[in-house]
C-alpha cells in the first residue's frame, strides 16, 4: 500500500497546517507506515515460510499416526493372543465341570434305580 505524502500534506495544509509541518507530518508518517507495513514480497516469503512448517508438520503427523497404528495393532494381537489362551483355559475347566457333573448324573441315576427296583 503506498501512501501519498503529496495528498496527505495537501489536505493538512487546506485544515490550516503550515506548509513545513505538513510536509514533515507526512514524511514522519510514511516513514512510520513503512516501517510498521509488511511489504507483498514479506508477506509471500512468511506464506511460504508457513506453508513449509505445514508441510513439515503434515509429514510428522503422519508418521506418527503410522507408528501408532502398528503399536496398537501390536498391543491387539497381545491382547488376542492372551485372550485365547484363557479361553482355552476356561474351556478345559468347563469339560472337567462337565464331566463331574455327568459322574454325579449317572451316580445319582444309579443309586435311583438301586432304591426303586433293588430294595
Known sequence: MAFDTLKYSESLKEAGVDEKQAAAHAHALRNAIEDDLASKSDLKQEVGLLR??????????????????????SDMEKMET???????????????????????AVGMFSMVIKVLFFS
Open 52 to 73: 513449509s512448517d505445514m508441510e513439515k508438520m503434515g509429514t510428522e503427523l503422519r508418521s506418527d499416526m503410522e507408528k501408532m497404528g502398528t503399536e496398537l495393532r
Open 82 to 104: 492372551r485372550l485365547m489362551g484363557e479361553i482355552g483355559k476356561l474351556d478345559a475347566v468347563m469339560k472337567i465341570i462337565l464331566g463331574l457333573c455327568a459322574a454325579i
